[in-house]
């Protein structure tokens, strides 16, 4: 066992490494990439002259070099140079790049382990250094103009400097609990928008891909964050790409104005969304006269690839940027940590459950292992009692102490098959035999005694053991379905609280969710009303509107606080049916208590169930065990467990008793689901069930033991389709034993339901007092009826 676990230690140290590896690969190729196309972002001073700068690349490598490792500086610093390179001839001076950027590279390969303001001060004496170094040899200027101009560059490296840091420790909490600020999201946007516009004037037959990816960028951030988000998105990629380009006023109004547009229609969908920035676009480019084969080629394919981009990406850039989803994000992950915690130390429990039982088998196999020195034990016994005093106890224990040994287990062994018989060695040796025989009788039948009582309580242990374990096994079915989703609806909070506020009703707070079957639950707290029906007739169509579904107050779905003076009303989707029961129940004739019990009701998961329960024998004892089962049945359908859960642990609870008088007990359970009217019928050792649908009856039967004849049950679940009208009839056996020669005989039934009436109450009491007549008013056994219609909502 223990090798297994470190077989299994390894694969996850091993999966672990792997992950870490692919993670530290990706990082690093977004460090070169990024250095390659922030070195390569130009700002120009004019649009006829070819002059500019282009100090992102060097800020970049700084904050690299004080931040990160040396790896990593060096492959930021590979980015640098590449970008560099492909660019310097078109700058006049761009050498000055490359050298700061060498410069730099392998001042921080030197020095790697000192302070960061130290190491940040040397950072900008060496691009001070760099620049008049390269003034100096490539100029004519005085050494004063020479200064001067490598200042300018130095500090115009400064702002950016701080610009890329702080946009770089943002994006270090991304995929974390953090929250990101309005300034912060715009600091990233700007980074980003730095990324498209170091792409540059590279095209593909003439249509530029920078533009594309521009407006990629900013219709996605659009679409993700809103019109507020899209309009921020738009004006900073419109003044970056304008000062890389020297065309600024076109620029910002060219992608403010789409992200604005666009992040308007967010909530139409990505098709409208697309459509409203094709109209927009090309109103724009009607309106500047710039409209071309181009232009409409660049817009068509920007929209393309926004349409194609994952569901999964944007949801999870949504996370990032905005915050109530991030914290719908978070508390559920928290919710679950909480449910997992929660479940580890119920497996706790389960565990020790499974111990005890393990432990009570044990015990039952260390009496067996004490039966193989029982012979030796009664020899002994048997010699302590006779031979203790006699005169020749040292000649046949001493002297011949193998033959006496032998002898006196033949003595036993006869005495316990019935016949005592001393062997011939006893006979001419022993002078007690009539004592030798008695103690030998006593012996053997107190042995017996003990024996049944030892296994009486081994019978037990084991009975306990069996059912420990079953119960062990039902916990860990309940902690699956405990782990089943609940998600929170942040989305539907919101639209609740605007219709809300909107209408003037005052609350104190909503809390919306959907269940494991996926129906919306409301809990709404307000101030305390006296009277309940405002909530019915005001509230509810006011929420029916604001959901556009259907929904209800559930039952006994007020909850009053006193203390706060406060009322939390519990709201779910309203049902699609109904189901109205009734019973009637006779006593087998001289008894005044029935072995029958039922019971009917609504459950919290939008269900409908009802439970019929016959216990065995009739009387007060018959009753208790029905009355037993059905309480424990309905408890656990009402907590919300599944059919097999449920009737597999009141099994194993029914089934811990060791009386010889054991009393047992059937189960006739019909659950019906009051949204789609899908019924399933468990029988346990019940008779069969009727379904009325007109002037047709189906039966419904099903074989099974009654619950405490067998350890666990196999279920044999029917599922049948239920409609409006339709009128479901479970009976006890008491209602077809009706004469010995039909016993069990539901003929007469089935024929009398096809031209019955259907009230619950009335039918129900009909066919008692039926069964009733055709038992000749002579009632042998308890007889209940449990009549169930559905009606539509």
Request: net charge negative; glycine share 6%; with cysteine.
């Given at each position: 066992?223990?090798?297994?676990?470190?077989?299994?230690?390894?694969?996850?140290?091993?999966?672990?490494?792997?992950?870490?590896?692919?993670?530290?690969?990706?990082?690093?190729?977004?460090?070169?990439?990024?250095?390659?196309?922030?070195?390569?972002?130009?700002?120009?001073?004019?649009?006829?002259?070819?002059?500019?700068?282009?100090?992102?690349?060097?800020?970049?490598?700084?904050?690299?070099?004080?931040?990160?490792?040396?790896?990593?500086?060096?492959?930021?610093?590979?980015?640098?140079?590449?970008?560099?390179?492909?660019?310097?001839?078109?700058?006049?001076?761009?050498?000055?790049?490359?050298?700061?950027?060498?410069?730099?590279?392998?001042?921080?390969?030197?020095?790697?382990?000192?302070?960061?303001?130290?190491?940040?001060?040397?950072?900008?004496?060496?691009?001070?250094?760099?620049?008049?170094?390269?003034?100096?040899?490539?100029?004519?200027?005085?050494?004063?103009?020479?200064?001067?101009?490598?200042?300018i560059n130095s500090l115009v490296v400064l702002p950016i400097y701080y610009i890329i840091?702080?946009?770089?420790?943002?994006?270090?909490?991304?995929?974390?609990?953090?929250?990101?600020?309005?300034?912060e999201i715009v600091s990233i946007a700007i980074l980003f928008c730095l990324f498209v516009?170091?792409?540059?004037?590279?095209?593909?037959?003439?249509?530029?891909?920078?533009?594309?990816?521009?407006?990629?960028?900013?219709?996605?951030?659009?679409?993700?964050?809103?019109?507020?988000?899209?309009?921020?998105?738009?004006?900073?990629?419109?003044?970056?790409?304008?000062?890389?380009?020297?065309?600024?006023?076109?620029?910002?109004?060219?992608?403010?104005?789409?992200?604005?547009?666009?992040?308007?229609?967010?909530?139409?969908?990505?098709?409208?969304?697309?459509?409203?920035?094709?109209?927009?676009?090309?109103?724009?480019?009607?309106?500047?006269?710039?409209?071309?084969?181009?232009?409409?080629?660049?817009?068509?394919?920007?929209?393309?690839?926004?349409?194609?981009?994952?569901?999964?990406?944007?949801?999870?850039?949504?996370?990032?940027?905005?915050?109530?989803?991030?914290?719908?994000?978070?508390?559920?992950?928290?919710?679950?940590?909480?449910?997992?915690?929660?479940?580890?130390?119920?497996?706790?429990?389960?565990?020790?459950?499974?111990?005890?039982?393990?432990?009570?088998?044990?015990?039952?196999?260390?009496?067996?292992?004490?039966?193989?020195?029982?012979?030796?034990?009664?020899?002994?016994?048997?010699?302590?009692?006779?031979?203790?005093?006699?005169?020749?106890?040292?000649?046949?224990?001493?002297?011949?102490?193998?033959?006496?040994?032998?002898?006196?287990?033949?003595?036993?062994?006869?005495?316990?098959?019935?016949?005592?018989?001393?062997?011939?060695?006893?006979?001419?040796?022993?002078?007690?035999?009539?004592?030798?025989?008695?103690?030998?009788?006593?012996?053997?039948?107190?042995?017996?005694?003990?024996?049944?009582?030892?296994?009486?309580?081994?019978?037990?242990?084991?009975?306990?053991?069996?059912?420990?374990?079953?119960?062990?096994?039902?916990?860990?079915?309940?902690?699956?379905?405990?782990?089943?989703?609940?998600?929170?609806?942040?989305?539907?909070?919101?639209?609740?609280?605007?219709?809300?506020?909107?209408?003037?009703?005052?609350?104190?707070?909503?809390?919306?969710?959907?269940?494991?079957?996926?129906?919306?639950?409301?809990?709404?707290?307000?101030?305390?009303?006296?009277?309940?029906?405002?909530?019915?007739?005001?509230?509810?169509?006011?929420?029916?509107?604001?959901?556009?579904?259907?929904?209800?107050?559930?039952?006994?779905?007020?909850?009053?606080?006193?203390?706060?003076?406060?009322?939390?009303?519990?709201?779910?989707?309203?049902?699609?049916?109904?189901?109205?029961?009734?019973?009637?129940?006779?006593?087998?004739?001289?008894?005044?208590?029935?072995?029958?019990?039922?019971?009917?009701?609504?459950?919290?998961?939008?269900?409908?169930?009802?439970?019929?329960?016959?216990?065995?024998?009739?009387?007060?004892?018959?009753?208790?065990?029905?009355?037993?089962?059905?309480?424990?049945?309905?408890?656990?359908?009402?907590?919300?467990?599944?059919?097999?859960?449920?009737?597999?642990?009141?099994?194993?609870?029914?089934?811990?008793?060791?009386?010889?008088?054991?009393?047992?007990?059937?189960?006739?359970?019909?659950?019906?689901?009051?949204?789609?009217?899908?019924?399933?019928?468990?029988?346990?050792?019940?008779?069969?069930?009727?379904?009325?649908?007109?002037?047709?009856?189906?039966?419904?039967?099903?074989?099974?033991?009654?619950?405490?004849?067998?350890?666990?049950?196999?279920?044999?679940?029917?599922?049948?389709?239920?409609?409006?009208?339709?009128?479901?009839?479970?009976?006890?056996d008491g209602i077809l034993d009706i004469d010995k020669l039909n016993s069990g005989n539901?003929?007469?039934?089935?024929?009398?339901?096809?031209?019955?009436?259907?009230?619950?109450?009335?039918?129900?009491?009909?066919?008692?007092?039926?069964?009733?007549?055709?038992?000749?008013?002579?009632?042998?056994?308890?007889?209940?009826?449990?009549?169930?219609?559905?009606?539509?909502?």
């Amino acid at each position: 066992m223990q090798y297994e676990l470190n077989i299994n230690a390894y694969k996850n140290k091993k999966a672990k490494k792997s992950f870490l590896l692919k993670t530290e690969l990706s990082k690093m190729i977004f460090i070169l990439i990024s250095g390659l196309l922030l070195s390569r972002v130009t700002l120009l001073f004019s649009q006829t002259q070819n002059n500019g700068i282009a100090p992102l690349g060097i800020a970049y490598l700084i904050v690299i070099g004080l931040k990160r490792s040396r790896i990593k500086t060096a492959i930021a610093s590979i980015g640098v140079l590449i970008g560099y390179a492909t660019i310097g001839f078109k700058l006049p001076g761009g050498a000055v790049y490359l050298i700061t950027t060498a410069a730099l590279a392998l001042y921080y390969e030197i020095v790697n382990k000192s302070e960061k303001r130290r190491k940040e001060f040397v950072s900008f004496f060496i691009i001070f250094i760099s620049f008049i170094g390269y003034e100096i040899i490539s100029n004519n200027y005085d050494l004063g103009v020479n200064i001067t101009l490598a200042l300018i560059n130095s500090l115009v490296v400064l702002p950016i400097y701080y610009i890329i840091k702080y946009s770089f420790n943002c994006l270090d909490e991304i995929n974390s609990n953090y929250f990101f600020t309005s300034e912060e999201i715009v600091s990233i946007a700007i980074l980003f928008c730095l990324f498209v516009a170091g792409i540059g004037d590279i095209s593909i037959k003439y249509f530029s891909i920078r533009n594309i990816l521009a407006l990629v960028l900013v219709v996605t951030i659009a679409y993700i964050g809103g019109a507020s988000y899209g309009a921020t998105m738009g004006v900073a990629m419109g003044i970056i790409l304008g000062c890389t380009s020297n065309n600024m006023m076109a620029s910002v109004g060219f992608y403010g104005v789409g992200g604005l547009v666009v992040g308007i229609f967010k909530d139409t969908g990505k098709i409208f969304s697309v459509l409203s920035g094709i109209l927009i676009y090309f109103a724009l480019g009607l309106y500047s006269e710039s409209i071309n084969s181009q232009f409409i080629i660049e817009i068509v394919s920007s929209l393309v690839i926004f349409l194609l981009i994952p569901k999964k990406l944007y949801k999870n850039i949504e996370l990032e940027i905005n915050t109530e989803k991030k914290q719908e994000s978070i508390n559920q992950i928290h919710l679950n940590e909480l449910k997992e915690e929660f479940t580890l130390k119920l497996r706790d429990f389960s565990s020790v459950l499974n111990q005890v039982s393990k432990t009570l088998e044990d015990m039952d196999a260390n009496d067996k292992l004490l039966l193989k020195n029982k012979s030796c034990e009664f020899v002994e016994n048997l010699a302590d009692r006779v031979c203790i005093d006699c005169e020749k106890k040292n000649s046949c224990w001493r002297g011949d102490f193998n033959n006496t040994y032998n002898s006196f287990q033949a003595l036993i062994k006869s005495t316990e098959d019935g016949e005592p018989q001393l062997p011939k060695t006893l006979e001419t040796s022993c002078v007690k035999h009539f004592t030798l025989l008695k103690n030998a009788q006593d012996i053997v039948i107190n042995h017996t005694v003990n024996s049944n009582i030892k296994d009486k309580f081994s019978e037990g242990r084991q009975i306990i053991s069996t059912h420990i374990s079953n119960i062990s096994y039902s916990l860990s079915n309940v902690l699956d379905e405990f782990k089943r989703e609940v998600t929170i609806c942040s989305d539907l909070e919101r639209m609740l609280r605007r219709g809300l506020n909107k209408s003037y009703i005052e609350y104190n707070d909503v809390f919306c969710y959907t269940d494991r079957n996926g129906r919306v639950k409301i809990k709404l707290t307000m101030k305390e009303c006296e009277n309940c029906e405002y909530y019915e007739g005001k509230l509810i169509p006011l929420l029916n509107e604001i959901m556009h579904i259907p929904l209800s107050i559930v039952d006994d779905g007020y909850i009053i606080n006193k203390d706060t003076n406060t009322c939390t009303l519990l709201i779910e989707e309203m049902p699609k049916y109904n189901v109205i029961s009734y019973g009637a129940i006779a006593s087998k004739e001289g008894e005044t208590n029935t072995g029958d019990s039922y019971s009917f009701g609504k459950i919290n998961d939008g269900s409908y169930i009802t439970i019929l329960s016959d216990g065995m024998g009739s009387g007060p004892d018959a009753e208790k065990e029905s009355k037993s089962t059905v309480d424990l049945v309905e408890k656990f359908m009402e907590a919300g467990f599944d059919e097999d859960v449920t009737i597999n642990t009141v099994n194993s609870i029914i089934g811990m008793k060791f009386s010889e008088s054991e009393k047992y007990a059937t189960l006739d359970l019909s659950k019906i689901d009051l949204y789609n009217g899908e019924v399933n019928f468990v029988k346990i050792g019940a008779v069969s069930s009727f379904i009325k649908r007109g002037n047709q009856v189906l039966v419904v039967d099903s074989k099974n033991l009654p619950f405490g004849l067998v350890d666990e049950m196999e279920l044999d679940i029917i599922k049948e389709e239920l409609m409006p009208g339709d009128v479901l009839v479970n009976v006890s056996d008491g209602i077809l034993d009706i004469d010995k020669l039909n016993s069990g005989n539901f003929i007469w039934l089935k024929e009398y339901l096809k031209d019955c009436c259907t009230d619950p109450r009335e039918l129900s009491e009909n066919i008692l007092q039926k069964a009733i007549t055709l038992s000749n008013n002579l009632l042998k056994d308890d007889m209940t009826v449990l009549v169930s219609k559905v009606y539509a909502v």
